[in-house]
């Protein structure tokens, strides 16, 4: 299972979601408007990644090319799985609840809850 991914650590992977595999240049041109790394960062922040078995690489010559081991989906999973039991004693329902006090609910996504919610009930 994945170990905690930092939000650092997530941003490289979102790039090699996009598009892997990738060189640590490659990912670190493309954080560089939004983050600004250096290839170095890039390169510690790979590192700990395939430390964590979220990242693999391969050799190309002398290069390193990067691709994620771990698919988005699992990765939310794990994180919301975390998010509700720190917070909310594990239960959904407490966390809706608290988006809908806060003003966080579109209608829209009060819409797709209630689409959810039905389907579950058939």
Known sequence: MVVRISEAEQA??????????????????????????????????????VAKQ?????????????????????LAAIESRRLLDRLFDGRAAPMVAHLAEQGELTPADIAEIEALLKALKS
Not at 24 to 32: E, G, I, K, S
Not at 55 to 73: A, H, N, Q, T
């Open 54 to 74: 979220a990242v693999d690489y391969e050799l190309d010559g002398r290069r390193f090319l990067y691709k994620p081991m771990v698919e988005r989906g699992v």
């Open 12 to 49: 490289v992977l979102e790039v090699l979601w996009d598009d892997a595999p990738l060189t640590a240049a490659t990912v670190a041109a493309r954080t560089q408007d939004e983050r600004g790394w250096s290839v170095q960062t890039v390169k510690t922040l790979l590192s700990r990644l």
